[in-house]
Structure formats: C-alpha cells, structure tokens
C-alpha cells in the first residue's frame, strides 16, 4: 500500500501561483504513477496532471497546460504540482493519487489517495 498526504495549497490571487506537494510512504520502492485530481463544489473530480514512475513522462489536462507543471522527486518519494497564471475556476481541492499500473487520467485508475488540500483563487 501507498500512503499519500498533500500540502501547500491556500488562497492566492488571481495570477498568482501556488505549489502543492504529495509525500509518500509505505511501499514507495516499486515503481508507481501519481495523478493529481481536483474536486470543485458542486461538480465532479477531474483529471489535471498525471506522471510516471519514473518521470519520464507526464500527462496534462487541456486546462492545466502550459499554467501547470508536474514533477517528482524519487529519492524523497515527493511529487511536485507547480501552478502558475492561477484563475478561480482552478478553486478546488487538490487530490493527489498513485497506482502501480501506470498513469491514467481517470479516477478508477488509481487505488490510493491522499485526504486533499484546499486551493483557492480569488478575482
């Protein structure tokens, strides 16, 4: 099993960026993808970024883009989701998620998840 816990979300202005972190723990030596997903009030968990094990390649939402950027660093078993040119429809929480399969852009294709962080963008 994989542990996961997200940090670093926040309220910033609109324009502004903001970098949330997912660390993880448990049996962090095999190979696994990580997803990050948002869930806005009211509407569905969606896709934004996801990378493989080995970040070599990563995957984004047409919304997130150019805006955002997903990295990771193995040895500190640290996946990195820089935000930048932030609006508020990227209000949401941030859910980070990781499975052995491999990266996918759907909810189902992960099996573990962290509790989420809050980011919000103001107008």
């Known amino acids: 099993q994989v542990q996961l816990v997200e940090s670093g979300g926040g309220l910033v202005q609109a324009g502004g960026s903001l970098r949330v972190s997912c660390i993880a723990s448990?049996?962090?030596?095999?190979?696994?993808?990580v997803g990050w997903f948002r869930q806005a009030p009211g509407k569905e968990r969606e896709f934004v970024a996801a990378i493989s094990w080995d970040g070599a390649n990563t995957y984004y939402a047409e919304s997130a883009k150019v805006r955002f950027t997903m990295t990771r660093d193995n040895a500190k078993n640290t996946v990195i989701l820089q935000m930048n040119s932030l609006k508020p429809e990227d209000t949401a929480v941030y859910y980070c998620?990781?499975?052995?399969?491999?990266?996918?852009?759907?909810?189902?294709?992960?099996?573990?998840w962290g509790q989420g962080t809050q980011v919000t963008v103001s107008s």
């Open positions: 998620a990781a499975d052995f399969r491999g990266p996918g852009t759907w909810s189902r294709d992960y099996d573990y």
């Open positions: 448990g049996r962090t030596r095999s190979g696994y993808a």
